[in-house]
Protein backbone atom coordinates (compact mmCIF):
# COMPACT_ATOMS: atom_id res chain seq x y z
CA UNK A 1 0.00 0.00 0.00
CA UNK A 2 1.01 3.69 -0.76
CA UNK A 3 1.26 5.85 2.18
CA UNK A 4 1.33 9.30 1.79
CA UNK A 5 2.00 12.45 4.53
CA UNK A 6 0.51 15.49 3.37
CA UNK A 7 1.65 18.23 5.32
CA UNK A 8 5.18 18.34 7.22
CA UNK A 9 4.76 20.64 9.90
CA UNK A 10 5.89 19.12 14.04
CA UNK A 11 4.23 16.20 13.56
CA UNK A 12 4.36 14.97 9.44
CA UNK A 13 7.83 15.48 9.54
CA UNK A 14 8.50 13.28 12.22
CA UNK A 15 6.07 10.74 11.28
CA UNK A 16 7.39 10.70 7.67
CA UNK A 17 11.41 10.18 9.44
CA UNK A 18 10.03 7.40 11.75
CA UNK A 19 8.51 5.55 8.85
CA UNK A 20 11.71 6.00 6.42
CA UNK A 21 13.19 4.51 9.23
CA UNK A 22 11.13 1.69 9.95
CA UNK A 23 12.24 0.49 6.03
CA UNK A 24 8.59 2.32 4.60
CA UNK A 25 8.71 3.91 0.86
CA UNK A 26 6.08 6.98 1.29
CA UNK A 27 4.75 10.28 -0.35
CA UNK A 28 5.10 13.30 1.06
CA UNK A 29 3.75 16.49 0.24
CA UNK A 30 2.61 20.21 1.40
CA UNK A 31 1.73 23.65 -0.45
CA UNK A 32 5.78 24.26 -0.18
CA UNK A 33 6.68 21.53 -2.27
CA UNK A 34 11.05 22.64 -1.75
CA UNK A 35 10.17 21.90 1.61
CA UNK A 36 8.95 18.47 1.10
CA UNK A 37 11.83 18.21 -1.66
CA UNK A 38 14.15 19.24 1.36
CA UNK A 39 13.03 16.31 3.69
CA UNK A 40 13.28 13.94 1.07
CA UNK A 41 16.82 14.25 0.76
CA UNK A 42 17.40 13.82 4.02
CA UNK A 43 15.81 10.41 3.86
CA UNK A 44 17.65 8.66 1.69
CA UNK A 45 15.07 7.88 -0.86
CA UNK A 46 12.35 6.87 0.66
CA UNK A 47 10.00 9.83 0.14
CA UNK A 48 8.83 10.27 -3.15
CA UNK A 49 7.71 14.16 -3.44
CA UNK A 50 4.18 14.96 -5.04
CA UNK A 51 1.96 17.83 -5.48
CA UNK A 52 -0.87 17.72 -3.05
CA UNK A 53 -3.39 16.23 -5.76
CA UNK A 54 -1.11 13.59 -7.24
CA UNK A 55 -0.37 12.13 -3.67
CA UNK A 56 -4.04 12.46 -2.76
CA UNK A 57 -4.62 10.72 -5.52
CA UNK A 58 -1.92 7.70 -5.81
CA UNK A 59 -1.90 7.23 -1.99
CA UNK A 60 -3.90 4.28 -0.57
CA UNK A 61 -3.35 5.62 3.02
CA UNK A 62 -3.39 9.38 3.82
CA UNK A 63 -2.16 10.99 6.77
CA UNK A 64 -3.35 14.40 6.68
CA UNK A 65 -1.09 16.29 9.48
CA UNK A 66 -2.67 19.67 9.06
CA UNK A 67 -4.65 21.51 10.96
CA UNK A 68 -8.27 20.22 11.66
CA UNK A 69 -9.77 23.17 9.98
CA UNK A 70 -7.35 22.59 6.89
CA UNK A 71 -8.48 18.77 6.79
CA UNK A 72 -11.98 19.67 6.36
CA UNK A 73 -10.79 22.00 3.70
CA UNK A 74 -9.06 19.00 2.00
CA UNK A 75 -11.53 16.94 2.05
CA UNK A 76 -14.30 19.19 0.66
CA UNK A 77 -11.49 20.34 -1.93
CA UNK A 78 -10.47 16.31 -3.10
CA UNK A 79 -13.65 14.69 -1.81
CA UNK A 80 -13.73 12.32 -4.98
CA UNK A 81 -10.03 11.41 -4.47
CA UNK A 82 -10.24 9.99 -0.93
CA UNK A 83 -13.11 7.50 -1.89
CA UNK A 84 -12.27 4.38 -1.08
CA UNK A 85 -8.95 5.55 0.77
CA UNK A 86 -7.89 5.03 4.15
CA UNK A 87 -7.08 8.24 5.95
CA UNK A 88 -5.26 8.98 8.89
CA UNK A 89 -6.49 12.21 10.98
CA UNK A 90 -3.66 13.24 13.72
CA UNK A 91 -5.58 16.62 14.13
CA UNK A 92 -6.02 18.12 17.50
CA UNK A 93 -9.58 20.64 16.97
CA UNK A 94 -7.52 23.58 19.33
CA UNK A 95 -5.99 27.02 18.69
CA UNK A 96 -4.16 29.48 21.38
CA UNK A 97 -6.25 31.37 24.03
CA UNK A 98 -4.07 34.80 23.70
CA UNK A 99 -2.67 33.62 27.31
CA UNK A 100 0.17 31.03 25.86
CA UNK A 101 -1.60 28.48 26.09
CA UNK A 102 -4.63 26.26 24.02
CA UNK A 103 -8.31 26.29 23.58
CA UNK A 104 -10.72 23.83 22.25
CA UNK A 105 -12.51 25.37 19.23
CA UNK A 106 -15.21 23.07 19.10
CA UNK A 107 -18.05 21.93 22.00
CA UNK A 108 -15.99 20.08 24.38
CA UNK A 109 -18.08 16.72 24.40
CA UNK A 110 -17.22 17.09 20.57
CA UNK A 111 -14.37 15.03 18.86
CA UNK A 112 -12.41 16.23 15.41
CA UNK A 113 -12.32 12.16 15.05
CA UNK A 114 -16.44 12.14 14.37
CA UNK A 115 -16.61 15.57 12.88
CA UNK A 116 -14.26 14.22 10.13
CA UNK A 117 -15.77 11.05 10.39
CA UNK A 118 -19.10 13.07 8.91
CA UNK A 119 -17.54 14.76 6.20
CA UNK A 120 -15.88 11.78 4.30
CA UNK A 121 -17.01 10.37 1.31
CA UNK A 122 -18.57 6.84 1.45
CA UNK A 123 -16.42 4.02 0.89
CA UNK A 124 -13.55 6.37 2.68
CA UNK A 125 -12.50 4.73 5.81
CA UNK A 126 -11.03 6.98 8.73
CA UNK A 127 -8.62 6.14 11.62
CA UNK A 128 -7.62 8.47 14.17
CA UNK A 129 -4.00 8.38 15.02
CA UNK A 130 -0.72 10.03 15.18
CA UNK A 131 -1.27 12.55 17.37
CA UNK A 132 -1.70 10.96 20.77
CA UNK A 133 1.84 12.51 21.94
CA UNK A 134 3.36 16.20 22.03
CA UNK A 135 5.65 16.12 18.81
CA UNK A 136 8.58 16.44 20.45
CA UNK A 137 7.61 12.83 21.91
CA UNK A 138 7.11 11.76 18.90
CA UNK A 139 10.33 12.17 17.55
CA UNK A 140 12.02 11.01 20.86
CA UNK A 141 10.10 8.34 21.68
CA UNK A 142 10.37 6.31 18.34
CA UNK A 143 11.82 2.61 19.32
CA UNK A 144 12.04 3.20 22.75
CA UNK A 145 13.84 0.63 25.06
CA UNK A 146 13.59 -1.51 26.96
CA UNK A 147 9.39 -1.13 26.27
CA UNK A 148 8.16 1.06 23.21
CA UNK A 149 5.82 3.38 24.07
CA UNK A 150 2.39 3.76 22.85
CA UNK A 151 0.16 5.26 19.68
CA UNK A 152 -3.17 5.05 20.40
CA UNK A 153 -5.75 4.62 17.18
CA UNK A 154 -9.30 4.56 16.99
CA UNK A 155 -11.56 3.54 13.58
CA UNK A 156 -14.92 2.13 12.70
CA UNK A 157 -12.72 -0.05 10.04
CA UNK A 158 -10.92 -3.40 10.93
CA UNK A 159 -8.94 -3.60 8.28
CA UNK A 160 -8.43 -0.05 7.73
CA UNK A 161 -6.79 -0.52 11.71
CA UNK A 162 -4.87 -3.03 10.91
CA UNK A 163 -2.94 -1.24 8.10
CA UNK A 164 -2.44 1.77 10.39
CA UNK A 165 -0.92 -0.40 13.25
CA UNK A 166 1.44 -1.45 10.75
CA UNK A 167 2.72 1.53 9.88
CA UNK A 168 2.73 2.81 13.42
CA UNK A 169 4.98 -0.08 14.03
CA UNK A 170 7.45 0.77 11.76
CA UNK A 171 7.33 4.01 12.76
CA UNK A 172 8.93 3.02 16.40
CA UNK A 173 5.41 2.54 18.59
CA UNK A 174 3.26 0.19 19.54
CA UNK A 175 -0.07 0.59 18.60
CA UNK A 176 -3.46 -0.21 20.70
CA UNK A 177 -7.29 0.82 19.51
CA UNK A 178 -8.89 2.43 21.86
CA UNK A 179 -12.72 1.39 20.38
CA UNK A 180 -14.37 3.21 17.35
CA UNK A 181 -14.45 6.36 16.21
CA UNK A 182 -16.47 7.53 18.81
CA UNK A 183 -13.75 6.65 21.00
CA UNK A 184 -11.27 9.45 19.36
CA UNK A 185 -12.23 11.86 22.29
CA UNK A 186 -9.88 10.02 24.65
CA UNK A 187 -6.79 10.47 22.23
CA UNK A 188 -7.37 13.84 21.42
CA UNK A 189 -5.61 16.86 23.51
CA UNK A 190 -7.24 17.18 26.72
CA UNK A 191 -8.45 12.88 26.46
CA UNK A 192 -7.70 10.91 29.52
CA UNK A 193 -5.30 8.92 26.81
CA UNK A 194 -3.66 11.59 25.85
CA UNK A 195 -0.13 13.18 26.48
CA UNK A 196 -1.46 16.58 26.97
CA UNK A 197 -4.60 15.66 29.04
CA UNK A 198 -5.37 13.62 32.11
CA UNK A 199 -2.86 10.84 30.94
CA UNK A 200 0.53 12.99 30.82
CA UNK A 201 3.44 10.98 29.77
CA UNK A 202 4.47 7.89 27.66
CA UNK A 203 2.81 4.50 27.94
CA UNK A 204 3.77 1.21 27.32
CA UNK A 205 1.33 -2.25 25.72
CA UNK A 206 0.60 -3.32 29.37
CA UNK A 207 -0.07 0.05 31.10
CA UNK A 208 -1.98 1.35 28.08
CA UNK A 209 -4.09 -1.89 28.03
CA UNK A 210 -5.01 -1.47 31.53
CA UNK A 211 -6.31 2.32 31.38
CA UNK A 212 -8.43 1.10 28.20
Known amino acids: MKTAIIGLGNIGSRVAKNLAAGGQSIIISERNLAKAQQLAAELDGKAEVMSIDDAAKKADVIVLAISFDAIKEFIATHHGAVAGKIVVDPSNPIAPDGKGGYK ?75 GG ?32
Not at 183 to 211: C, F, M, N, Y
Open 104 to 178: KIIPADQSSGKIIAGLLPEGAELVKAFGTLRAESLGSAANRSPERAVLFYATDYPEAGRAVAKLIAASGFDPVSV
Open 181 to 212: IDQSIRIEVGGDLHELGKLGRLVSVKEAQALI
